[in-house]
C-alpha cells in the first residue's frame, strides 16, 4: 500500500498536523474511582500514542456531575479532574501531539447510581431500550429519564461553557463536542427521542437549536478554529437513529458551517454501533461523502478504516483526516506501521472496558518493544 494521502501535513484550525491518523475519542473507563480523574497511568496511555505533529481526541468526558454515566470516565468539571488532565496534555506535548478534549453529557442513557439518586434528565421523558451500567457494574434497564424544563437550558449551556474554560485550563488544544452515539445532543437532535413542545422541540430547527447554542457558547471560549463537533448521522448506537436522517443533518450541517469550527467529525454508517458491536454495512452513502459539499472547513471521517480504505478516501477528498478508533486501541504506534505498511496488532475487545494496564498500556510497538 501506498501512503501518499495520509502523510500530507494537514492544518486543522490552528493546528499544524504532520500526519492525517488521528486518534478519535475512546471511553476506556480507566480514570480513578469516586473523583472520576485522569491519572498517570491514562498520561502513560495517550503519551504512548502522541506522535510529533499527530492529533489525539481525549475521551469523552463528562462536562458536569449530572452528564456522568459510566464509571470510572473522566470529568472535566473539577480542579482534581483539571490537575489530572494536565499530566496527560503534558505527556502529548512532551512529544510534540496535539490534544482535544470531548465533552459529553450522556442525558437518558445515564442511571441514578451516578447521580446521587438523581434520574438521568434528557429532552423529553422516553427511555432508551436497553440496559445502562450502574456505578457498581451492573447492567440494568433504562429508566425514564425527567424531561428537562426550559428554564434549565442556559444552565445546562453555561456548564458546556465551563467545561471548555476548564479544558483549557487543563492544557488542551481545542475542544469537540459530542452530539453523537444517543448521547444528550444527539437526544436533541432526532425526533424519537425530542418530542418537547418548547423552543427546543419539533421542528427540524428548533431540535436543532441547542447544539447550535451550545457550539456558539463553546466557541466563544474557544475561538471557533480550536472546536470541532462529532456526528452520527446514520448511528444506531445506544437506541438512537433518526428514521430520515438527511433533512435534519443537511440543515444542522450547513448551519455549523456557518461557525468556521476547526473540523466535522463524522462516523460512518458502517460503524454506527459506535464501535460497540460489528454493525452491517447499512444501504446508505459515505456519510463524509454526502456531507462533504455543505462544509467548508476540515472533515475527519471514522469508522472501520483500514489504511487502505482511509488512503481512498482522502484520495477522493471525501475527508481530510480519518480516524482509526480499535486499531489505536492496540497499536500505540499505528500512525508509524501504516506509514511503513507493517501488520497490525488486532484488538482485543475483552479489554476494552476493563480494569488496570492490561489491555490498555501493555500494547507493544510493531518490534515488540514497549510503547
Ligand atoms: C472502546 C470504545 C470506546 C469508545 N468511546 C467513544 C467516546 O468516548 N466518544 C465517541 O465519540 N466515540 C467513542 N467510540 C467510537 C469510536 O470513536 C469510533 O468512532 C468507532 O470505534 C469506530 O471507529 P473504528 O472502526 O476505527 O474503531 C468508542 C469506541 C470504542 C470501541
Known amino acids: 500500500m501506498t501512503t501518499t494521502?495520509?502523510?500530507?501535513?494537514?492544518?486543522?484550525?490552528?493546528?499544524?498536523?504532520?500526519?492525517r491518523v488521528v486518534m478519535p475519542p475512546l471511553t476506556r473507563m480507566r480514570a480513578t474511582e469516586q473523583t472520576y480523574t485522569?491519572?498517570?497511568?491514562?498520561?502513560?496511555?495517550?503519551g504512548q500514542r502522541a506522535t510529533p505533529g499527530g492529533f489525539i481526541i481525549g475521551e469523552a468526558s463528562q462536562i458536569s456531575p449530572d452528564g456522568r454515566g459510566v464509571p470510572c470516565s473522566p470529568g472535566i468539571h473539577t480542579p482534581e479532574q483539571i490537575e489530572g488532565w494536565k499530566l496527560v496534555t503534558d505527556a502529548v506535548h512532551a512529544?510534540?501531539?496535539?490534544?482535544?478534549?470531548?465533552?459529553?453529557?450522556?442525558?437518558?442513557?445515564?442511571?441514578?447510581?451516578?447521580?446521587?439518586?438523581?434520574?438521568?434528565?434528557?429532552?423529553?421523558?422516553?427511555?432508551a431500550q436497553g440496559e445502562a451500567l450502574t456505578a457498581n457494574y451492573k447492567r440494568e434497564p433504562f429508566l425514564t429519564p425527567r424531561a428537562l424544563a426550559t428554564g434549565e437550558i442556559s444552565g445546562l449551556i453555561e456548564r458546556y461553557a465551563q467545561a471548555a474554560r476548564n479544558?483549557?485550563?487543563?492544557?488542551?488544544?481545542?475542544?469537540?463536542?459530542h452530539s453523537a452515539n444517543g448521547y444528550l445532543l444527539e437526544q436533541f437532535l432526532q425526533s424519537r427521542t425530542n418530542q418537547r413542545t418548547d423552543v427546543y422541540g419539533?421542528?427540524?430547527?428548533?431540535?436543532?437549536?441547542?447544539?447550535?447554542?451550545?457550539?456558539a457558547a463553546i466557541a466563544a471560549v474557544w475561538g471557533a478554529d480550536r472546536v470541532g463537533i462529532r456526528l452520527s448521522p446514520y448511528g444506531i448506537a445506544n437506541d438512537s437513529g433518526e428514521a430520515e436522517p438527511m433533512p435534519l443533518y443537511t440543515?444542522?450541517?450547513?448551519?455549523?458551517?456557518?461557525f468556521g469550527l476547526a473540523y466535522l467529525h463524522l462516523i460512518e454508517p458502517r460503524a454506527s454501533g459506535a464501535g460497540q458491536r460489528e454493525v452491517d454495512h447499512q444501504n446508505v452513502p459515505s456519510a463524509a461523502k454526502l456531507f462533504r459539499p455543505m462544509w467548508r472547513t476540515k472533515l475527519i471521517a471514522a469508522g472501520n478504516f483500514r489504511g487502505d480504505s482511509a488512503e481512498a478516501m482522502l484520495a477522493?477528498?471525501?475527508?481530510?483526516?480519518i480516524a482509526f478508533g480499535r486499531l489505536f486501541i492496540s497499536n500505540p504506534d499505528l500512525p508509524e506501521r501504516l506509514r511503513t505498511g507493517t501488520p497490525l496488532t488486532p484488538y482485543n475487545r475483552a479489554t476494552f472496558y476493563?480494569?488496570?494496564p492490561e489491555g490498555y498500556v501493555d500494547y507493544t510497538k510493531a518490534d515488540g518493544s514497549a510503547a
Open 316 to 321: 477522493d477528498s471525501d475527508a481530510d483526516a
Open 354 to 356: 476493563s480494569k488496570g
Open 95 to 127: 512529544k510534540g501531539g496535539h490534544m482535544f478534549l470531548q465533552l459529553w453529557h450522556m442525558g437518558r442513557l445515564s442511571h441514578p447510581s451516578h447521580l446521587d439518586g438523581a434520574l438521568p434528565v434528557a429532552p423529553s421523558a422516553i427511555a
Open 167 to 177: 479544558a483549557m485550563a487543563a492544557g488542551f488544544d481545542g475542544v469537540e463536542i
Open 251 to 258: 440543515h444542522l450541517i450547513r448551519e455549523l458551517d456557518q
Open 5 to 19: 494521502h495520509l502523510f500530507k501535513p494537514l492544518s486543522l484550525g490552528r493546528l499544524s498536523l504532520s500526519h
Open 202 to 215: 419539533g421542528s427540524i430547527e428548533n431540535r436543532c437549536r441547542l447544539v447550535l447554542e451550545v457550539t
Open 38 to 46: 485522569a491519572n498517570p497511568m491514562m498520561a502513560r496511555y495517550y
